[in-house]
């Protein structure tokens, strides 16, 4: 079946730095990748949408310029977290939609991101 | 109101008893609907589709009524390892929209 991989799976980083997470297709081709936010005890929140190529959709009140999306293949697409706060501490996960009817969605395994 | 409405629980199910629990969603323009498990941590997992006619995977059952905007699962003989967090899912024009979940602890 189809898997996406997500690394990493737990990262923790100082106030003000950068964070990169990546969501690899592994046997499929990720025509859309979508990235959410889960915070504790909460649902997933959908964060943007990235179609291969062009740029991402971003949902309302995500700030585009904070969470830096790039989808350059259809096997990659990455979520930089720029100059993390404490506030940025959640769960991030990503979906990818492949070609086809046959292709539903595939979790990425998720990253915890912590701000120290 | 938010797009999907789920009861958060917890439903405390003796081990071997039925639980059933339902999701609302507000737009009707919605196009298809998922029931996803999330354990703790972890990321959420497709047990189901919902189709229009109802649909049963073993001891799971999905209904779906569009009149009313609602779908719902049933877990016959719960099994400890049903404990978990169940997301109503409910796609809209290629988006999918999750509802806060339902946690379920079955206890022996």
């Known amino acids: 079946g189809a898997v996406v991989s997500q690394h990493p799976s737990w990262v923790i980083c100082k106030s003000g730095t950068s964070v990169k997470i990546e969501c690899r297709s592994l046997?499929?081709?990720?025509?859309?990748m979508f990235w959410y936010r889960q915070f504790p005890k909460q649902s997933l929140m959908l964060m943007a949408t990235?179609?291969?190529?062009?740029?991402?959709?971003?949902e309302q009140g995500v700030e585009k310029d904070k969470f830096l999306i790039n989808h350059a293949s259809l096997t990659l697409s990455t979520l930089t977290v720029t100059s993390a706060h404490p506030e940025d501490s959640s769960f991030y996960i990503c979906?990818?939609?492949?070609?086809?009817?046959?292709?539903?969605?595939?979790f990425g395994s998720g990253t915890r991101l912590t701000v120290v | 109101r938010k797009e999907v409405e789920q009861d958060p629980g917890p439903f405390n199910v003796p081990e071997g008893a039925t639980v059933a629990f339902n999701c609302t969603y507000s737009?009707?323009?919605?196009?298809?609907f998922f029931w996803y498990r999330q354990d703790c941590r972890k990321e959420p997992k497709l047990l189901m589709s919902?189709?229009?006619s109802g649909n049963e995977d073993g001891r799971f059952t999905a209904q779906l009524n569009r009149a009313s905007q609602y779908i719902s699962l049933l877990i016959r003989d719960s099994k400890l390892s049903d404990s978990a967090t169940y997301l109503c899912?409910?796609?809209?024009?290629?988006?999918?929209?999750f509802g806060g979940g339902t946690r379920v602890l079955v206890k022996p």
């Open positions: 737009n009707s323009a919605s196009q298809s």
């Open positions: 979906s990818a939609r492949g070609r086809g009817v046959d292709y539903g969605y595939t």
């Open positions: 046997d499929f081709q990720a025509t859309t």
């Open positions: 990235s179609n291969e190529g062009s740029k991402a959709t971003y």
């Open positions: 899912v409910v796609n809209t024009g290629n988006k999918l929209t």
């Open positions: 919902v189709y229009s």
